[in-house]
């Protein structure tokens, strides 16, 4: 947790500061991460960071925290979206997606780090709070959508959130991960179109989980 003084500052300071470390994080690894090099590139003096954070530790924890806030936003607002019909709203989350990793790729990069060895410690912190997001999303989305009738009743409830969000989760790490992309490449020789690749998910969802037509 972040020191008082720091929910002292202007909004937009605080958020300079995460945005930077959560670069010096992605880019260098927690451990090699440079606190110093966080200040000087926030504009802050270190003395102050040290008044904002106990060590480079709780600055990453609130790096994290703050990457999680902009996860949960997005996820809320679709899941509010108008939008009765839930693979439109699966279509939706895919875009998004893409356009997270386009604009907060640092806090990308920072989840995937999360799911290496050397980062058990905050992965035993994290990983519940962040998965919850997901879970929480598409539990929703499937009993809203079974109850408006768009989605087969005798699904296994718990099976279908798990394979929703891992299909999601591979889909996100490869906008940021080359070794991901490369291996969408390898499996989708047929085109590598993130946009093809979306509708495809959501016509093979229908297929799945869509109530199915009496012939």
Known sequence: MPRQTFARIPVEKQQKILDVAAKEFALNGFHKANINTIASKAGVSIGAMY???KDKEDLFSETVNNGILLL???FSSIAKDETHDPFEKIRQLFNFVITFGESEIYYSHLYLALISSGMDSF????ADVIEQIG???FKYLIKKGIDDGYIDKNIDLDMSIYFLD???MMFAFSQVSLFLKLRQKTFLESSQDQEYIIN???TICK???GVKKKT
């Open 135 to 137: 879970h929480e999303f």
């Open 200 to 202: 495809e998910t959501v």
């Open 51 to 53: 008044k904002y954070f």
């Open 72 to 74: 949960r936003e997005r």
């Open 123 to 126: 992965a035993e912190r994290y």
């Open 207 to 209: 297929r799945i989980f």
């Open 166 to 168: 891992n299909h999601l």
